[in-house]
């Protein structure tokens, strides 16, 4: 089965709260016949939109292909947070790599948060920008780790955009009873991810990039040629921008960036009493969870409540009621609110949470396994991408050299073992 038409419909997007709130753009002409270009890109999330524009604006000849609709994967999908940082912390992160690795990394990541509200203000992108992420922690005991993790990026990393928030505060910014302290980070923030996606793909368009939907890559080869089923392209270089959806597409990175489903529900429109009092100044917040809750408030006052996960290929048949279970555990107060809509989408995770980048071959590179992290990220991997193939792979490498291990078990068992292993977590998580 593939994860690109496993629960979704061919050439649609998803029945989400986001595409009934994004202008969608003109479909794009499927590949066709023999194709040339500088460089073809699988993928058209934030990934391939990002490193198609910036290649586009260097001067080189770019080819796009995307199996379903631009920004039709995790891209249109996912909670909009745009945070600092990678998925794991700087303290766990110097476990990983040298000091000054992990040092360039969360550099980058400061980075990544730029290049996205750099491009919205570049292009003039309506997907309203909002400031602050709030780390919320579920347990009494996490919260002095989370106020010295704080004091740690002031201190070491010279970052004075995150503070600590003690239980007080905490049930003042966040209208639930389950939360205990954590931080609150204003250099992050959150916006409406499909059109952000979509304004980049416009950008790419009008930079002169080929765009191709409803070409679904079948095959690349080391050396740069790209198969659909209607058409064969030969490229001097090749991006693969694939993340969750990669499926058998390249062995390499598949042993390591592994698909796992997630979902959100988005509610009927809330008073503006109602929603301040749920989240009082429109910050995004993700808990200390494994099995993370992440939710926010949309810009017509719903909330967007991303909670639950599975690993098989379906979603499960009634998704609402799979987050409207974790949503109530956080804010009882909605349990006579309307659910308006409720989706899933497929993220790509790695056994440590970084994300993958690799060098494939000479000619082909691969930028995936963003963990939940991929608004900011994927975006700047898409940036370092095109510098790769300019030649400048300095902060590529930055990321390319942090070691991604092989998900145990191969392609047959490593989806029972890492169930196996959520069910753990998600166990500790209630404990």
Same mark, same amino acid.
């Given at each position: 089965?593939?994860?690109?038409?496993?629960?979704?419909?061919?050439?649609?997007?998803?029945?989400?709260?986001?595409?009934?709130?994004?202008?969608?753009?003109?479909?794009?002409?499927?590949?066709?016949?023999?194709?040339?270009?500088?460089?073809?890109?699988?993928? %058209?999330?934030?990934?391939? &939109?990002?490193? #198609? $524009?910036? @290649? =586009?604006? +260097?001067?080189? *000849?770019?080819?796009?292909?995307?199996?379903?609709?631009?920004?039709?994967?995790?891209?249109?999908?996912?909670?909009?947070?745009?945070?600092?940082?990678?998925?794991?912390?700087?303290?766990?992160?110097?476990?990983?790599?040298?000091?000054?690795?992990?040092?360039?990394?969360?550099?980058?990541?400061?980075?990544?948060?730029?290049?996205?509200?750099?491009?919205?203000?570049?292009?003039?992108?309506?997907?309203?920008?909002?400031?602050?992420?709030?780390?919320?922690?579920?347990?009494?005991?996490?919260?002095?780790?989370?106020?010295?993790?704080?004091?740690?990026?002031?201190?070491?990393?010279?970052?004075?955009?995150?503070?600590?928030?003690?239980?007080?505060?905490?049930?003042?910014?966040?209208?639930?009873?389950?939360?205990?302290?954590?931080?609150?980070?204003?250099?992050? %923030?959150?916006?409406?991810? &499909?059109?952000? #996606? $979509?304004? @980049? =793909?416009? +950008?790419?368009? *009008?930079?002169?990039?080929?765009?191709?939907?409803?070409?679904?890559?079948?095959?690349?080869?080391?050396?740069?040629?790209?198969?659909?089923?209607?058409?064969?392209?030969?490229?001097?270089?090749?991006?693969?921008?694939?993340?969750?959806?990669?499926?058998?597409?390249?062995?390499?990175?598949?042993?390591?960036?592994?698909?796992?489903?997630?979902?959100?529900?988005?509610?009927?429109?809330?008073?503006?009493?109602?929603?301040?009092?749920?989240?009082?100044?429109?910050?995004?917040?993700?808990?200390?969870?494994?099995?993370?809750?992440?939710?926010?408030?949309?810009?017509?006052?719903?909330?967007?409540?991303?909670?639950?996960?599975?690993?098989?290929?379906?979603?499960?048949?009634?998704?609402?009621?799979?987050?409207?279970?974790?949503?109530?555990?956080?804010?009882?107060?909605?349990?006579?609110?309307?659910?308006?809509? #409720?989706?899933?989408?497929?993220?790509?995770?790695?056994?440590?949470?970084?994300?993958?980048?690799?060098?494939?071959?000479?000619?082909?590179?691969?930028?995936?396994?963003?963990?939940?992290?991929?608004?900011?990220?994927?975006?700047?991997?898409?940036?370092?991408?095109?510098?790769?193939?300019?030649?400048?792979?300095?902060?590529?490498?930055?990321?390319?050299?942090?070691?991604?291990?092989?998900?145990?078990?191969?392609?047959?068992?490593?989806?029972?073992?890492?169930?196996?292993?959520?069910?753990?977590?998600?166990?500790?998580?209630?404990?």
């Amino acid at each position: 089965m593939d994860l690109l038409s496993a629960n979704d419909k061919a050439g649609q997007y998803p029945a989400s709260y986001y595409a009934a709130t994004a202008a969608p753009l003109d479909p794009f002409q499927t590949a066709k016949g023999a194709i040339s270009c500088d460089v073809c890109i699988v993928g %058209g999330g934030y990934s391939g &939109l990002s490193a #198609a $524009l910036h @290649l =586009a604006q +260097a001067g080189y *000849d770019v080819v796009l292909l995307e199996a379903q609709r631009v920004g039709f994967g995790a891209s249109g999908r996912n909670g909009g947070q745009v945070g600092t940082g990678q998925r794991i912390g700087q303290d766990d992160l110097e476990g990983l790599v040298d000091l000054a690795q992990a040092r360039a990394l969360w550099d980058l990541s400061l980075e990544s948060v730029s290049l996205v509200r750099n491009l919205i203000a570049k292009h003039d992108l309506d997907c309203g920008w909002s400031d602050g992420i709030i780390e919320a922690d579920h347990r009494a005991k996490n919260v002095p780790h989370s106020h010295e993790y704080a004091d740690k990026l002031r201190n070491e990393y010279d970052y004075d955009m995150i503070r600590p928030v003690g239980r007080d505060e905490m049930r003042s910014l966040v209208g639930s009873s389950a939360y205990y302290g954590g931080t609150l980070d204003m250099g992050s %923030g959150h916006i409406h991810p &499909l059109r952000f #996606a $979509l304004g @980049l =793909a416009r +950008a790419a368009h *009008d930079a002169g990039v080929r765009i191709h939907e409803r070409s679904k890559v079948t095959s690349v080869t080391p050396d740069g040629k790209v198969g659909t089923d209607q058409a064969q392209i030969t490229a001097k270089h090749v991006i693969l921008g694939c993340n969750g959806y990669l499926g058998a597409l390249n062995g390499h990175v598949a042993q390591r960036v592994m698909p796992i489903n997630n979902f959100i529900a988005a509610t009927e429109p809330l008073s503006d009493a109602k929603a301040r009092n749920l989240i009082r100044d429109n910050h995004a917040v993700a808990d200390s969870k494994f099995v993370i809750n992440y939710f926010r408030l949309s810009e017509d006052n719903r909330m967007l409540f991303g909670g639950g996960e599975s690993y098989g290929y379906k979603f499960p048949k009634d998704i609402a009621k799979t987050v409207r279970k974790p949503m109530l555990q956080i804010f009882p107060q909605l349990k006579d609110t309307k659910i308006d809509y #409720a989706w899933g989408g497929t993220v790509g995770i790695t056994m440590n949470r970084m994300p993958h980048f690799a060098r494939v071959s000479d000619r082909v590179l691969s930028i995936s396994g963003y963990s939940g992290h991929g608004v900011a990220l994927a975006t700047l991997a898409g940036k370092l991408a095109a510098q790769a193939v300019a030649g400048q792979s300095e902060k590529f490498d930055i990321f390319s050299t942090v070691p991604t291990p092989r998900f145990p078990g191969g392609p047959r068992l490593r989806t029972p073992l890492l169930v196996l292993a959520m069910l753990w977590y998600s166990m500790r998580d209630r404990l």
